[in-house]
């Protein structure tokens, strides 16, 4: 059971991970901006401006996947913490 839950709490980081700057993006497009990718090339507007749309990915980008990823990050930190002082498992050294 705690092998599947470390497996969920792994797949949920990164799936946030990813969504995270795919939300980003979204507000930026629906908001009519372009997105510039660190000076390399740029993402142009691709939808027809919507700001109510804007509005929603970017509630979704700034509070619920941002406070989501730093509750998982959260709990994988306590996991790795009850691992390495209360269970004694060395899991920490196995990390390395």
């Known amino acids: 059971m705690a092998k599947k839950i470390s497996q969920l709490t792994?797949?949920?980081l990164y799936g946030l991970l990813i969504a995270m700057p795919v939300a980003g993006l979204l507000t930026s497009v629906y908001g009519g901006h372009a997105v510039?990718?660190?000076g390399l090339?740029?993402?142009p507007v691709?939808?027809?401006?919507?700001?109510s749309s804007a509005r929603f990915y970017e509630n979704i980008h700034t509070n619920i996947i941002w406070s989501m990823i730093i509750a998982f990050t959260l709990l994988h930190i306590c996991a790795a913490l009850y691992h390495q002082f209360i269970l004694k498992d060395k899991l920490i050294n196995r990390m390395k």
């Open 10 to 12: 792994h797949f949920a």
């Open 36 to 38: 510039d990718m660190f």
């Open 41 to 43: 090339f740029e993402i």
């Open 46 to 51: 691709f939808v027809d401006p919507n700001r």
